[in-house]
């Protein structure tokens, strides 16, 4: 089962938060029927956005990470709620290219790094808060540790892995936020940056043991480090038939009854899960005069 931990360090100077999120991007790669340098790309930023959602403390809240780096993969859009349950989806994602020299999925050709990557805060106020950075690399990590450093103002060290099997499946996936408290001096950083170069590749980590705290424990094995939660996260849709509905009803009578005109019925698929709901004529009828009521 996936799950996210939050932790502090006993000195009070570090915070981290870890995520194991293997079922949930097999889940993803199972809908969106992705091919692994898809997988890899998506998954690391469901595994992202779920860290950085399960952040926001405001019941109804959500985070969205978009990426678009003029790669052949074309924007990764992932939606996070308050309790790290993501939803994602990867514009092309039957992109196939070849390994990198060292044998390893080249998502940062893959994604490219021409573009951007954009947070959206949603937190029930009129505005949502929108920051966006320039991609250094498109291999979706240090993107998002140059975000908080740019956007928010975070000394943050992220590192984000999947590792797809020979079948295509999702062998290991997950990754880890660490960021510096307000107070932390040169001899923390130094400690942090020592702990995450020893580590290693989170899938390797991973690989061993599959415990977001143990993997916690030794990048900051430098520390003492205090578990403060646990909870368990997964790939959550939140598409229903009526919003759907809300969503058509949205486009207004005389785009509806265009529609019914030239199709006679509609089949909407959820670009998240891929569930199709379907309108028969009689559905659009309805809709149209409950537009017309607006």
Do not use: W
């Amino acid at each position: 089962m996936d799950k996210i931990i939050r932790a502090i360090t006993k000195d009070g100077m570090v915070k981290a938060t870890a995520i194991t999120s293997r079922d949930l991007t097999e889940r993803a790669r199972q809908i969106h029927k992705t091919l692994p340098v898809a997988t890899a790309a998506l998954g690391r930023t469901l595994a992202a956005a779920s860290m950085m959602g399960s952040a926001l403390k405001d019941g109804g809240a959500s985070l969205t990470i978009q990426v678009r780096g003029g790669g052949p993969l074309g924007a990764i859009v992932v939606v996070s709620d308050n309790a790290g349950n993501v939803r994602g989806y990867v514009e092309h994602p039957a992109v196939d290219l070849p390994l990198r020299p060292d044998g390893k999925l080249d998502v940062g050709a893959a994604v490219g790094a021409d573009g951007t990557l954009t947070v959206i805060k949603d937190l029930n106020m009129k505005d949502p808060y929108v920051g966006s950075v320039q991609l250094l690399g498109g291999e979706i990590a240090e993107d998002i540790a140059q975000y908080f450093v740019e956007s928010e103002q975070i000394p943050t060290a992220c590192a984000l892995g999947v590792l797809v099997d020979r079948d295509q499946s999702v062998h290991c996936a997950g990754g880890y936020l660490i960021q510096l408290l307000p107070g932390a001096g040169e001899d923390v950083i130094s400690r942090v940056e020592a702990g995450v170069y020893a580590a290693g590749a989170v899938t390797k980590l991973l690989a061993a043991n599959d415990d977001p705290a143990a993997m916690l424990k030794t990048v900051l094995s430098d520390f003492e480090v205090e578990i403060l939660e646990e909870a368990p996260v997964e790939y959550r849709c939140t598409c229903s038939r009526e919003r759907v509905e809300r969503a058509l009803i949205s486009l207004g009578k005389d785009e509806l009854q265009q529609l019914l005109d030239e199709q006679g019925e509609a089949d909407l698929t959820c670009q998240f899960c891929d569930r199709v709901h379907h309108f028969a004529a009689e559905d659009l009828k309805a809709l149209i005069r409950a537009a017309a009521k607006k």
